[in-house]
């Protein structure tokens, strides 16, 4: 599962400064979590399946075939969420026996016609209909909603947006569409047959067995998967698709699009074959399953789902040329689904505390691929970015890994599950070596294939293979809480010739132990120092020195997650800049010298080093820190940006180079600027943009037009926003509306940006423009999970719908014969409902 991103930026601004940060556990007594109990154990499940579209429900029967798990028992208890239960059968070779049974609570209760014991297998026949939006189970941060099954403009009402079926099962929401034990530690075969019209395509787990004319314009598509996987991992798809094949050896490798994205296809997913390949290399564990396909879903409610050989993304997914040009924005999502086929679907978490062995591994395949693909410096940026998402949230330090007392089982899915466990897996690959990880982790597959795990087996597995003890690591990452906090102080003893090196924990609770890299300086060449940090306050490191250190750099390669109080100067940070081999080192002194190159002309030196550095994103970093109208930076760096700007092997380089340049105002750009508008990327059109509004602001309303900004980055859309607005361009007007949604909580990190959002969102909600008020509406009602119980929050944003919904009255008032004002009206209603 990757998480639903509302907006990464957007979203800080929730929890900034702590405005609306609160503990997951604050006010809520502790409950422990235990692992399901398993008195049955599923062996098959088949499924009959046909759809009411206008209903909104399916029907469906039946034949769950299990035993006793251990314990004799004469009943079997299913979850069943919302449904119709219109008959209970045994099952036996066709013949049916009806048998009682008690339905209530969504628990479905079956008196069997016999006792059973351990390994006596039996079938029950269930005919029923499945209600999802009689569904009361809520969502969360990671999914917004809970219903299982969904339909998509069922009846084709929404003009633009295509008719589809999906399901969603993470975490327990299959059993809103079949009945099941709903556990991650049940593992079951399956067959699905789906009747559905012609016209559309289905795709489910396994392979297309069959499929069967019905007539009438129905066809039944026969799916089976003949190993056996969690319930929360089916799924179905319904939907006009494009199929774009592709193939790992001899496996089926198909991209499920819509069909306007059908030539892009290959370009936003093409690089699975080549992901299956490494992976498989790379865990010395051939993928296991008989296929891999990958499906878009219009109004998905996450991010991705890792669904067994059928995985489902949000139709974000879905880029053309104009944003892959800049970067496939998908890619390390579609890494992280795929990495799940081995973590995750082969073995899977055995209760919902042990999340990490599934979404952890996930996130850090993310820097696995990248490392691979586009090598290390690369992939430490990912590194670098997942940290960052840790830290952002102030409640993940109060968290434990694997924890047992969650309040909701969806609180799971966090910075901590991910971001956290995504980089505590490098530091343990870091500690080990590359042999005895991957070692590890192959031996943690092998044993623990088409079955359950959880991070003790982790550890037991990279003991065995390692011969280390590894108790001291789990028990201090995986079973703590926390982070180092660090800062440091150097002495130098001119007598011995030696510095002394002190490194202070000041975090509040447990002391942590952990090797560290050192860079120590002198006469601007680092010498690695590779330490030992015992879990006490102070640590003394002494090192052979010939003069007081030029610089001391701790967390030298980067791998350690912690804070770090740093104390340098504008000269060291050139030093670290221009002596360091690891992206992060780098990036932190350009960092730096970003906030500083008005003001010391050292920090402008880093900058301006940084404009040739080999990793795209420092350039960038160096670009955002030039400030071109100061005539200081125009000597040392004008010449070279105006170069990045034309021919930068990066288009997002060449972007950030055309902003630079905008700061000196000078008309002698505009061709540049006029050129730039007509190129292939959107980050460089985007920028082209702005530039002119800044220099020629007559000229933006004709070249608005110009750039698709459907999908377009957080970032783009901040920066065009305000000419956007300004000058009422209604082609964009939903481009911006997520972010105009926003424009209160934006207020509090970029005033400026706030007002013009604001603009922005009176602008829409005074017009009659259906695809920007649905746009305000989804993502309102998205983040609703985000932020959790926050009262203060939820009242801003509930505010926020009933202004818009007082402004859009307004609209029918003066236009009472809209054919879409209504639909507009019905959604804003629908998300204050919501929030009730």
């Given at each position: 599962m990757k998480k639903l991103l509302i907006s990464v930026s957007l979203l800080g601004i929730l929890f900034s400064g702590n405005v609306f940060a609160q503990t997951e556990t604050s006010g809520r007594t502790e409950v422990y979590r235990a692992t399901h109990t398993k008195m049955t154990e599923l062996k098959h499940t088949k499924l009959k399946v046909n759809f009411d579209y206008q209903k909104e429900q399916m029907n469906g029967e039946e034949w769950l075939t299990a035993s006793p798990y251990f314990y004799p028992t004469d009943s079997l208890v299913l979850n069943a969420k919302a449904m119709l239960i219109h008959e209970v059968s045994l099952d036996k070779g066709g013949s049916k026996t009806p048998l009682k049974y008690d339905y209530k609570d969504d628990m479905l209760k079956i008196n069997l016609d016999k006792t059973y014991n351990r390994n006596q297998d039996y079938t029950v026949y269930i005919k029923y209909t499945a209600r999802p939006n009689e569904v009361t189970q809520k969502g969360s941060a990671a999914i917004s909603e809970a219903k299982g099954l969904?339909?998509?403009?069922?009846?084709?009402?929404?003009?633009?947006?295509?008719?589809?079926?999906?399901?969603?099962?993470?975490?327990?929401?299959?059993?809103?569409?079949?009945?099941?034990?709903?556990?991650?530690?049940?593992?079951?075969?399956?067959?699905?047959?789906?009747?559905?019209?012609?016209k559309y395509v289905t795709l489910s787990n396994g392979i297309l067995k069959e499929s069967k004319n019905e007539g009438n314009n129905l066809r039944t598509d026969h799916w089976v998967m003949d190993k056996k996987h969690a319930p929360y991992l089916f799924f179905m798809g319904v939907g006009e698709y494009a199929i774009v094949k592709d193939k790992w050896r001899n496996i089926p490798v198909d991209y499920y699009v819509e069909k306007e994205y059908e030539p892009y296809a290959k370009q936003i997913f093409g690089n699975t074959p080549e992901m299956i390949e490494f992976f498989s290399k790379r865990l010395n564990y051939d993928y296991p399953w008989s296929k891999y396909s990958q499906i878009t879903g219009a109004d998905y409610v996450s991010g991705a789902m890792e669904n067994t050989t059928a995985t489902l993304h949000s139709d974000a997914a879905q880029q053309k040329p104009g944003d892959l040009i800049d970067e496939n924005r998908w890619e390390d999502v579609i890494s992280h689904e795929l990495f799940h086929h081995w973590f995750g679907d082969l073995v899977t978490a055995e209760s919902w505390s042990n999340l990490t062995v599934n979404e952890s591994f996930a996130n850090y395949s993310e820097y696995l691929w990248n490392e691979y693909k586009y090598g290390k410096d690369f992939a430490d940026y990912t590194l670098m970015k997942a940290s960052e998402g840790y830290f952002r949230d102030p409640s993940n330090v109060s968290k434990d890994l694997v924890r047992f007392n969650y309040h909701s089982r969806e609180d799971m899915f966090d910075g901590v599950s991910y971001n956290k466990g995504g980089s505590i897996l490098h530091m343990l690959r870091n500690y080990l070596g590359d042999d005895a990880f991957f070692s590890g982790l192959n031996d943690y597959l092998k044993t623990n294939e088409y079955?359950?795990?959880?991070?003790?087996?982790?550890?037991?597995?990279?003991?065995?293979?390692?011969g280390k003890d590894l108790n001291w690591f789990f028990n201090q990452w995986y079973y703590g809480k926390g982070h180092p906090k660090i800062s440091y102080t150097s002495t130098f003893e001119p007598v011995k010739k030696q510095v002394t090196v002190t490194i202070n924990q000041t975090q509040i609770g447990e002391n942590f132990q952990f090797p560290m890299a050192i860079d120590v300086f002198e006469n601007?060449?680092?010498t690695r120092q590779n330490v030992w940090v015992s879990a006490k306050e102070k640590n003394n490191f002494t090192f052979p020195l010939s003069k007081t250190p030029d610089l001391i750099n701790i967390n030298a390669d980067g791998t350690l997650l912690a804070e770090f109080t740093e104390k340098k100067t504008p000269e060291q940070y050139f030093m670290q800049y221009s002596g360091s081999k690891e992206f992060l080192s780098r990036f932190k002194a350009v960092e730096n010298a970003s906030e500083n190159a008005s003001k010391n002309a050292t920090s402008l030196k880093t900058l301006v080093a940084a404009l040739k550095d080999q990793n795209f994103r420092i350039r960038m970093k160096a670009l955002s820190g030039l400030d071109l109208s100061k005539p200081d930076q125009q000597k040392l760096a004008l010449?070279?940006?105006e170069k990045m700007a034309s021919n930068d092997p990066k288009t997002l380089v060449q972007s950030s180079a055309i902003t630079a340049l905008a700061k000196t105002k000078d008309k002698k750009y505009l061709p540049l600027f006029d050129k730039g508008m007509g190129a292939v990327s959107n980050s460089v059109k985007a920028s082209s943009l702005a530039a002119i509004g800044a220099i020629d602001p007559a000229k933006v309303a004709s070249l608005a037009d110009k750039i698709d900004l459907e999908g377009a980055s957080d970032d783009l859309i901040a920066e065009l926003l305000p000419i956007i607005v300004k000058n009422k361009i209604e082609k964009q007007m939903p481009a911006i509306a997520q972010t105009a949604a926003f424009y209160p909580f934006l207020k509090f990190q970029n005033p400026t940006l706030g007002a013009a959002a604001e603009d922005g969102f009176n602008w829409i909600m005074s017009s009659d423009n259906l695809k920007a008020t649905q746009n305000v509406t989804k993502v309102l009602t998205q983040v609703k999970g985000q932020i959790g119980e926050n009262p203060q929050a939820k009242m801003m944003i509930v505010q926020i719908l009933k202004d818009g919904l007082a402004k859009k009255m307004q609209v029918l008032k003066a236009n009472p014969s809209s054919t879409t004002i209504n639909q507009q009206i019905d959604a804003i209603n629908k998300a204050i409902e919501a929030y009730k």
């Open positions: 969904y339909f998509i403009n069922p009846q084709g009402k929404e003009e633009g947006k295509p008719t589809q079926i999906w399901t969603q099962g993470e975490t327990e929401a299959s059993s809103a569409w079949f009945p099941t034990i709903d556990k991650p530690n049940q593992k079951t075969t399956q067959e699905i047959y789906m009747t559905v019209p012609d079955g359950t795990g959880e991070a003790q087996q982790l550890r037991l597995s990279l003991e065995k293979i390692s601007g060449k680092a010449a070279e940006v």
